[in-house]
């Protein structure tokens, strides 16, 4: 065989390698890569419903993000707020829900409510922000009622569906707005423990006591720990947040590591503010995306809905994003 030959064969069998490699490495950043739909597709479809949620799945997301509250008769629902938000849901008659005076919150407190009566709001005819979220691309949906969580799990098993679900425990540690603490934590990992899919649920919360409790009952449930832009400052010198289960960020090297690895041993996922991770940012909290990685937390940060902070926090190595518009960010993801 001359050498004109043996340079064609090495040329080809290089081009073949190098394909193989490119579309097995691109194909691997992309199935690695956490697609979250936050409260399922807010910014396309009334969240937290189980409407949302199969749409947030048709469109190819890894994981649906939601969150909990408990019922007077112990039911987990699916709900951002721990109570009845007069600007997401109307009464059954359509009318709306009218706030009391002299109580801080839209409507009435889950804990004080049983499931037959949190059934009767309807949930998906109202769009709690129309500047923010402008229509179309959202679109409402009259008539979605406030679904359990095991709604949710038989939503996933019937459609045969291998989405992730990342769910936000909300325990406000400031005020007595829900069930108690330890009973909540119980119901959930129970409930989570009877789905059959424990193995695709993390548990998540700012209320990071609550992810150490989650811990105790079951070592092997992953947590993630969210962190606002505010919520790991401590009170005064003597008193950390009240977010942080004894965490006095003052007392750490302050910054996100320091005081991701005081909760070390509860903690799995860090999922902070972006700004928080973002080293361009006002806010960045002297970590990098790296750092906290090589000490063994993966990095999910919320929520982004912009397609340019989308790919700089790519290019920052992070796990995963949390978006209202997973649309923008599987695009952003196909484009990369």
């Known amino acids: 065989m001359n050498n004109y030959y043996k340079y064609l064969i090495y040329l080809i069998i290089s081009a073949f390698l190098l394909i193989s490699f490119s579309c097995k490495s691109n194909s691997s950043v992309k199935s ?27 469109l190819g997301i890894t994981t ?63 769009n709690p922000n129309a500047s923010q979220f402008p229509e179309p691309p959202r679109m409402n949906i009259p008539g979605e009622p406030m679904p359990t969580l095991n709604e949710v799990f038989i939503l996933i098993n019937e459609t045969n569906s291998i989405v992730r679900l990342n769910i936000e425990m909300k325990i406000d540690p400031r005020y007595n707005v829900t069930i108690p603490e330890k009973e909540f934590v119980e119901i959930v990992v129970k409930e989570i423990q009877n789905s059959g899919m424990k193995d695709r649920v993390n548990l998540q919360s700012f209320n990071w006591h609550s992810l150490e409790w989650v811990k105790r009952i079951d070592p092997s449930i992953q947590t993630a720990g969210l962190l606002g832009s505010e919520s790991f400052r401590a009170i005064n010198d003597s008193i950390p947040s009240p977010w942080l289960n004894g965490i006095h960020y003052s007392y750490t090297d302050g910054t996100a590591l320091g005081i991701l690895m005081e909760a070390k041993s509860y903690i799995d996922i ?15 909290l002297g970590s990098t995306v790296k750092e906290i990685q090589s000490a063994g937390f993966k990095v999910i940060p919320w929520t982004i809905n912009k ?30």
């Open 64 to 126: 649906l993000e939601l969150d909990i509250a408990i019922t007077k008769d112990r039911h987990v629902i699916v709900t951002h707020n721990p109570y009845v938000s007069a600007h997401l849901c109307l009464n059954g008659d359509g009318s709306l829900i009218q706030k009391n005076p002299s109580d801080r919150y839209s409507g009435p407190l889950i804990k004080d409510l049983t499931l037959k009566e949190i059934k009767e709001f309807d949930c998906g005819s109202m």
């Open 32 to 58: 690695s890569f956490d697609i979250q739909g936050h409260r399922g597709a807010r910014g396309l479809r009334p969240e937290n419903t189980l409407s949302g949620f199969q749409f947030a799945i048709d």
């Open 270 to 284: 860090f999922s902070p503010s972006w700004k928080l991770v973002h080293p361009t940012d006002s806010k960045f």
């Open 307 to 336: 397609t340019q902070i989308m790919i700089e926090l790519i290019n920052e190595g992070v796990d995963g994003i949390i978006t209202d518009y997973p649309d923008s960010l599987i695009s952003v993801i196909e484009r990369l």
